[in-house]
């Protein structure tokens, strides 16, 4: 998803959902009614429509698509409900087998918002320590999920590889369409020192919810933030109504911790980046945006945009490979971070090897 398939109609329910003025979001519903085709409704606006329901009765105004938002509510109502009573199961079985979970994303941020069913979500989002993946993914097995984007064997052939480069692993279960996104450093970019201490510091912090545990206020806010920006989210708008709402409640010391975070993974580009985006957005944050020379952030580009030759293809899955590692990896000097991309081709291309032999 790149900035440009970004319709007028998304731009205007995302404005509409950020709206603190009810002038202003009358008139920017009039312009929504009047362009969108609700039949052709993009999944990145249906997952704000709930919120634009809220916004939209809060101020009684009427939408000529009111009934139809009102039905997207139900649904994500149900979905919410649904999402959260797993939540609850998952986090209770894996407690009373010894493991703590940390809720992550949605699951955990929905407690800010004045209704959890504003917060859509389309999956759940934990983060167990890697020692205790394998007994995790055989619990949730015994709750009806199956791992969907590895298996178990590849695991165990080949698990230091995996503990660096293939995270999450995604499980689902079919018979209730739910999906988890089962992590060990709290997101797909993010490294594992990160992961460690941030676990650490939720567990002792001791927040609660659901069975489970919660990160503490500045680190919800650098995931959510970090997420957003390093996997370049514009198909999904969640994040930033993620921040407006914890903004406020949160102060200036809760974003300079969460500024401090970013430095210390040697992500204060993205960081910087996020703040510029909130700001875009008319979300005014109590904390400036540092004057230091940091470089654009660097994003990954989907392989299955690029339509140009094969050798552009390799192309760009190398300067991906690059963007990973430098992410992943940190604090690791420059030969180490060319035997890293080295393993990272080694190990898809083992995982390629291995998926090729089981499906014969």
Wanted: proline share 4%; aromatic share 12%.
């Amino acid at each position: 998803m790149t900035k440009n398939e970004i319709t007028k109609c998304d731009q205007l329910v995302l404005k509409a959902c950020l709206s603190k003025d009810p002038i202003l979001l009358e008139k920017t519903i009039r312009e929504w009614d009047t362009l969108i085709n609700i039949d052709d409704l993009s999944f990145r606006s249906m997952r704000l429509c709930p919120m634009l329901l809220y916004k939209l009765n809060m101020f009684d105004i009427q939408s000529l698509y009111h009934k139809r938002l009102t039905v997207l509510y139900r649904f994500w109502w149900v979905k919410s409900k649904l999402i959260h009573d797993n939540i609850n199961s998952v986090c209770k079985l894996l407690n009373y087998h010894n493991i703590k979970p940390v809720i992550l994303k949605g699951g955990s941020v929905s407690q800010y918002y004045p209704k959890p069913e504003l917060r859509t979500m389309s999956d759940i989002d934990l983060m167990v320590p890697f020692i205790n993946l394998e007994e995790s993914l055989n619990l949730l097995e015994s709750l009806g999920y199956k791992i969907i984007n590895s298996d178990k064997n590849l695991i165990k052939r080949l698990r230091s590889f995996f503990y660096y480069f293939h995270e999450p692993v995604q499980l689902k279960n079919n018979k209730l369409d739910v999906e988890i996104d089962l992590h060990w450093s709290g997101g797909t970019l993010l490294s594992k020192d990160h992961g460690n201490s941030l676990y650490k510091r939720t567990i002792d912090a001791e927040k609660v919810r659901n069975t489970g545990y919660i990160p503490t206020s500045h680190d919800e806010l650098a995931l959510i933030l970090l997420h957003g920006t390093l996997t370049n989210s514009f198909d999904n708008y969640n994040w930033l109504l993620d921040l407006q709402i914890l903004n406020e409640i949160l102060t200036e010391k809760d974003w300079q911790k969460a500024y401090e975070i970013s430095i210390k993974e040697k992500k204060e580009d993205y960081f910087i980046y996020g703040l510029n985006q909130l700001k875009e957005n008319g979300i005014n944050v109590p904390f400036e945006i540092p004057e230091t020379r940091v470089s654009q952030p660097k994003f990954t580009t989907p392989l299955k945009k690029v339509k140009e030759s094969r050798i552009r293809h390799y192309w760009i899955a190398i300067k991906n490979s690059v963007i990973i590692i430098r992410n992943l990896f940190p604090h690791e000097n420059g030969l180490q971070k060319i035997v890293r991309i080295l393993q990272f081709f080694l190990f898809n291309l083992l995982k390629g090897y291995y998926i090729k032999k089981v499906s014969r």
